[in-house]
């Protein structure tokens, strides 16, 4: 099979090791080029990491004959765009989290993907990694027993540069759709979907407690999925340390993990209590990023496609509500 011949809009951050790399490094993949806004930029990415083109117009790139498939790694202001762009042109689209800027975008998303024929991924990554797929097993293993609900808890310190207020996208609701409640917080949501079922409804609340930025720094709220599992949840951005955790308790047992954290995942129940302790791969998104790739030759599926991903805006548009 030839290769999956990829581009990728906006090369920053989180492609230098997490995605960029793993484009490369999949089996049946290819990294063909690389754009950004300021070519310069653009073009050393594209020599530090042994890519042929480089380009400072995504339209030139999703142009691009070379090109089979486009990785959308912008912030989710332009998540919409590039997406539909891609999907008029025929070209499979991964796209990284949260899927857009809201769930009304996120279903302009799918309907331009479905009316063009086009395969539509979106970066939870951890649907395929080792460690959570274990955790997935022993849910489906029935380690637990029948699910009963779900607590997640997550906190950490203001950042330095949140204190002296410096400019951060991340906490910039025009590009980020909200602060880091919508950065981070997708990843414990659109993994408790694989684990459980999806969503029926959902409500909570956010404020800003500490007002350094103009996003909301604090999220609290609940969600009930199709089988009536109770998710509950909080999520603050100014506490005085770093704390990341998720319990799924069941009738005969209980699993403890962190979603960012590297700390064991924890299995208690009539046999006692385990630990499972289970790393990353060096290039995180590697994983779910050969599924795709693995789909598009046809010889599998990814888990993680633009409808379940939706759902994840969906819920974090349900609960964060502003009070």
Known sequence: MDDIRWGIIGCGDVTEIK?????????????????RRNGKLAADYARRHNVEKWYDDADKLIADPDVDAIYVATPPSSHKEYTIAAAKAGKPVYVEKPMALNYDECKEMILACET???PLFVAYYRRALPRFVKIKSLLDEGAIGKVRFANVIYYQKPSQGDLERAENWRVDPKVAGGGYFHDLAPHSINILQFFLSEPRSAKGYSSN????YE???IVSGIFITEDDIHVSCTWNFNAYENFDNTEIVGDSGKITFSTFADNPIV?????GRHQFHIEHPQHIQQPLIQTIVDQLHGIG???????SAAK???IMENICTNI
């Open 116 to 118: 063009y024929n086009t």
């Open 301 to 307: 599926q990814c888990p993680s496609k633009g409808p």
């Open 209 to 212: 407690q500490n007002r350094l």
């Open 312 to 314: 994840t805006s969906w």
């Open 215 to 217: 996003a909301d720094d």
């Open 267 to 271: 299995l208690e129940n009539d046999h």
């Open 19 to 35: 995605s960029g790399p793993a484009l490369q490094k999949a089996e049946g993949s290819c990294l063909a080029a690389v754009m």
